[in-house]
Nanobody, 127 residues
Framework: QVQLAETGGGLVQAGGSLKLSCTAS????????MGWFRQAPGLERELVAA????????YYPDSVKGRFTISRDNAKNTVYLQMNSLKPEDTAVYYC????????????????????WGQGTQVTVSS
């Protein structure tokens, strides 16, 4: 069983930055593809970033491309989401997700593809 714990959320002004961390326990993330999702009130959960098992492949939707960066440090069993140039529409609860895979360069882009989820961390961007 894998447990995921997100930290780093908070309140920031528009144009500011935040860095989220997701630390895994129960299994090394070197066997896991990882993703970050968000869900705002009344809206569906959406993927904001995904990273392959080997870190060589990343994916971002157009809404965050060029502003968000996902990275992983397998030695620390942690995945990060650096968020720059934040906008009020980025306000949401951000969730870390993981799944086991044998495909080293594949990213997974739908919530159903992930097995393990964190509890989420609130990000609020004020205008």
């Amino acid at each position: 069983q894998v447990q995921l714990a997100e930290t780093g959320g908070g309140l920031v002004q528009a144009g500011g930055s935040l860095k989220l961390s997701c630390t895994a326990s129960g299994r090394t993330i070197s066997t896991l593809a990882m993703g970050w999702f968000r869900q705002a009130p009344g809206l569906e959960r959406e993927l904001v970033a995904a990273i392959s098992l080997n870190g060589a492949t990343t994916y971002y939707p157009d809404s965050v491309k060029g502003r968000f960066t996902i990275s992983r440090d397998n030695a620390k069993n942690t995945v990060y989401l650096q968020m720059n140039s934040l906008k009020p529409e980025d306000t949401a609860v951000y969730y870390c997700a993981a799944r086991m895979t044998v495909y080293t360069s594949m990213t997974y882009r739908t919530g159903n593809a992930y097995t393990y989820w964190g509890q989420g961390t609130q990000v609020t961007v004020s205008s």
